[in-house]
């Protein structure tokens, strides 16, 4: 599961919110610069703009709903939206909107998750316990 929180930019205004609770209102982005310039690099648009994006036939406003219900929803199509605490993010009003029609394809983007390189600890130690045991056979 990707979780909003890891995205770059979106922890520290999760920090910023705690501290200062003006940041997680829906019309702080005009007041906050660095909330549009997290959104547009993590989805490569801002919320006003996602505004303007003309919803497909058949769109089921998911982006309008209660927080809570977005959050079901999020971790159905493999996102989680949510603090240590499990609540919502503080900031999920202003980022919700650009990843539902990230995740949908009706614009923006995705951000890029490298494929994990790390090898499996379990599978390359039995790799290697299985060339010590064929070793030591002969």
């Known amino acids: 599961m990707r979780r909003l929180r890891?995205?770059?930019?979106?922890?520290?205004?999760?920090?910023?919110?705690l501290m200062k609770p003006r940041y997680a209102d829906?019309?702080?982005?005009?007041?906050f610069p660095e909330i549009n310039e997290c959104s547009r690099a993590a989805f490569g648009l801002t919320a006003e703009e996602a505004?303007?994006?003309?919803?497909?036939?058949?769109?089921?406003?998911?982006?309008r709903r209660p927080?809570?219900?977005q959050v079901a929803a999020f971790e159905a199509e493999g996102w989680?939206?949510?603090?240590?605490?499990?609540?919502?993010?503080?900031?999920l009003g202003h980022l919700s909107q650009q990843l539902w029609l990230?995740?949908?394809?009706v614009a923006g983007e995705l951000p890029f998750v490298p494929d994990d390189d790390e090898p499996d600890?379990?599978?390359?130690?039995?790799?290697?316990?299985?060339?010590?045991?064929?070793r030591n056979r002969r």
């Open 6 to 17: 890891d995205l770059p930019g979106v922890a520290e205004l999760e920090r910023k919110a």
């Open 26 to 31: 829906v019309d702080a982005a005009h007041e």
């Open 51 to 63: 505004d303007e994006v003309v919803r497909p036939e058949g769109w089921d406003n998911i982006d």
């Open 67 to 69: 927080e809570r219900e």
């Open 80 to 91: 989680d939206v949510t603090g240590e605490n499990r609540r919502p993010l503080r900031m």
């Open 102 to 105: 990230a995740l949908r394809g």
């Open 121 to 134: 600890p379990m599978k390359s130690s039995l790799a290697k316990e299985a060339a010590a045991f064929r």
